[in-house]
């Protein structure tokens, strides 16, 4: 047979060809392409409803949301239906008075409606700018949590806060804790478990009726927590105050935390009334904040508990279709899960 040397030259480039598409596949489905995880989908915040009635005439039939009953003469019948909740309310007000460091700062924005009252702020700290959401709610069910593709888990599910922000029609939003860029620590989301399996990390869980505990999860369950009432839990910290006292501390072993880093997090100032807080950092303008400073600013904000999210370049605000700080990174980094407020 005689030698073909363009027919081997196109064998060894189609080889390579092919070679080059499978690898160039691999790594983009490693590090690149969204896939895997579990998919949320938005809270139906539903009550339940028990109707008892009772009949004194002929057989009944009632037909009601939750199905068809009959009514014997003489008995009582309780028929169990959900209907949305509804709130109503005679307008929010901020309890107490303005901390200091706020009235010292700038108002960049407001929002307000019957279940939201929210004062954005920016002050300056630390050598840094500094921005404050002192938010107060009708219900803990109006702070919300959501995922990049409203996927939790998986492998390259991450879009910047204003991606999640605009697609949950949120009026405001802040990184949180990253869940999915772990695989160990508890996750409860809007009322719901995602994740059981024990960390050596401490976590902050916001119960329905308004108030937050932190916790340490090698001390506990996440089925305990979420029948102690959890509506949301995170899992990143540290805890930063506790009871109004200061408990972080630069050294408790991590890096991160000893040295001035964009921050964000979170506080509770009494029920129902929170602060949400991004620090910029890593620029001449903006140092950021140690961990002991970002406690002491939370404390300054007058929250008795307060955690610490993700930071550095996911550090990211956001408020009514922009975003306030300056992400250390230029722009928005891309991360796995924000918290968010609806607009209503």
Known sequence: MPFRPNAMRI??????????????????????????????????????????????????????????????PGTTTEQTTTEPVTTTTAGLAYPGTVPAVLTAGTVIGTYESETVLLTLYQIRATNSDVYVADVVVESAYEILGAF??????????????????????????????????????????????????????????LLSD??????????????????????????????????????????????????NNPRSGFGAVGTNHFMFVTVDGRTDASHGADIEEFAWIMISL??????????????????????????SEGTERKVGDCVYIRRT
């Open 11 to 72: 064998g060894i480039l189609g080889f390579y060809i092919i070679l080059f598409s499978f690898t160039t596949f691999v790594l983009l489905y490693q590090f690149v392409i969204p896939h895997g995880g579990i998919v949320i989908t938005d809270p139906v915040i539903t009550t339940t409803i028990t109707t008892t009635i009772t009949s004194s005439g002929p057989v009944t039939t009632v037909t009601t949301e939750g199905g068809t009953t009959s009514v014997v």
């Open 210 to 259: 308004g108030t937050v505990i932190t916790l340490k999860e090698a001390d506990t369950t996440v089925q305990a927590v979420f029948d102690d009432g959890a509506w949301q839990l995170w899992s990143f910290g540290p805890i930063l105050v506790q009871n109004g006292v200061m408990v972080a501390s630069v050294n408790d072993g991590l890096a991160r935390d000893a040295v």
């Open 148 to 205: 990049a593709y409203n996927t939790f888990g998986g492998t390259n599910i991450v879009e910047t806060v204003s991606t999640m922000a605009n697609n949950h029609d949120a009026v405001f939003a802040i990184n949180s804790d990253y869940a999915s860029h772990y695989s160990t620590g508890f996750v409860i989301r809007n009322g719901a478990i995602l994740r059981s399996t024990v960390s050596n990390r401490s976590a902050v869980a």
């Open 302 to 327: 007058g929250c008795v508990t307060a955690y610490n999210f993700d930071g550095g370049g996911s550090a990211t605000m956001w408020f009514d279709g922009a975003v306030v700080n300056k992400p």
